[in-house]
C-alpha cells in the first residue's frame, strides 16, 4: 500500500537557524501517528512544514501526498489536497463567524457549493457531538472563545472537512478532564467516519487514552532519534525522554 503521507530525509530552517535535520516518516491512510519529544525538539516545526507554512524553508528533502511532491505547494493548495493542522494556540478572528469560517474552507477544499441546510443540519449534529453551545456557531471565530472551547472549535472544524490528514499540535493542552474526553471523542468520530490519518503532537498523553497508537517517534533536537508503536508512549511516561535521549 503506497503512503498517504512521505517524508524523505527533510531538513528544515526558520530565517537560516536549522531546527529539522534529515527527518524521515510515513504514515498510511487510517493511522495514527505520536510525535513527542522536549520542548524545542522541532515537533511544531515538523507539523507547519508540512502544512507548508511559508516561514519554514526546506533546505533539504521531500514531503509526498498521496503519491505527489508537495514539497513547493502552497498551504492552501495542500488545505484543498486534505491535509488539516490544528493549531496550539487557535487564532481569533474577528468579523468571520465561525460557521461562515467553516462553510467557506469546505467550499475551498471540495471545490463544490455547499447546500446551506445540509451544512447546518451537519453542524448543529459535530456541535452537539463536541458538547458546543449553538450560539457559537454565529460567533466571530475563537473571539471570547475560552481554552477549551477553542479547541473544540478546532476538533469541529476537523470533523466538518473530513480531511484525509489530521495534524493535531498540542490540542489537549491547557484542558481539564472533561474538555480532553470530548476532544478525544471527536477525534474517534473523525477516525471511524473518514478513515482518516492522525498526527498528533503532544507532551500528554491524556488525549492518548482512547486511541489506538499505530507508531510513536520521539524527536530530539531536530532529529527523530527512535520510533515504536503505542507501548513507546508508557515507556515515556515512565521514564521520560532522558535515557532515550542517553541511549540514542
Known amino acids: 500500500m503506497a503512503n ?16 529539522l535535520n534529515g527527518v524521515n516518516l510515513c504514515v498510511n491512510a487510517g493511522e495514527t501517528h505520536v510525535l513527542m519529544g522536549p520542548n ?21 528533502g521531500k514531503i509526498f501526498f498521496d503519491g505527489e511532491d508537495i514539497t513547493e505547494l502552497g498551504a492552501d ?34 471545490g463544490e457549493r455547499v447546500k446551506l441546510f445540509q451544512f447546518q443540519k451537519q453542524l448543529k449534529e459535530m456541535m452537539s457531538l463536541l458538547h458546543m453551545d449553538e ?11 475560552s481554552g477549551g472551547e477553542k479547541k ?11 480531511p484525509k490528514l489530521a495534524i493535531l499540535d498540542e490540542t489537549d493542552s491547557g ?31 491524556k488525549i492518548l487514552e482512547s486511541l489506538h497508537v499505530d507508531k510513536t517517534h520521539i524527536l530530539v533536537k531536530g532529529k527523530i532519534i527512535k520510533e515504536g508503536d503505542g ?8 521514564n521520560g525522554f532522558e535515557e532515550i535521549v542517553r541511549n540514542a
Open 40 to 60: 524545542g525538539a522541532g515537533k511544531s516545526t515538523l507539523g507547519y512544514t508540512i502544512m507548508g507554512n511559508p516561514r519554514y524553508t526546506v533546505s533539504d
Open 175 to 205: 484542558l481539564d478532564v472533561d474538555a480532553v474526553r470530548t476532544v478525544s471523542k471527536g477525534i474517534e468520530e473523525y477516525q471511524k467516519r473518514m478513515n482518516g490519518a492522525l498526527i498528533i503532537i503532544t507532551h500528554s498523553t
Open 135 to 145: 450560539s457559537y456557531a454565529s460567533r466571530d471565530l475563537n473571539v471570547g472563545f
Open 231 to 238: 507501548s513507546l508512549v508508557e515507556q515515556i511516561n515512565k
Open 4 to 19: 498517504l503521507l512521505e517524508v524523505q530525509n527533510l531538513s528544515v530552517n526558520i530565517e537560516k537557524k536549522s531546527v
Open 77 to 110: 493548495k495542500r488545505s484543498a489536497k486534505g491535509i488539516f493542522l490544528s493549531f496550539q494556540n487557535p487564532l481569533e478572528v474577528p468579523g468571520v463567524s465561525l460557521d461562515s469560517f467553516i462553510r467557506t474552507a469546505l467550499q475551498q477544499r471540495t
Open 152 to 162: 473544540k472549535s478546532e476538533i469541529l472544524q476537523l470533523l466538518m472537512l473530513n
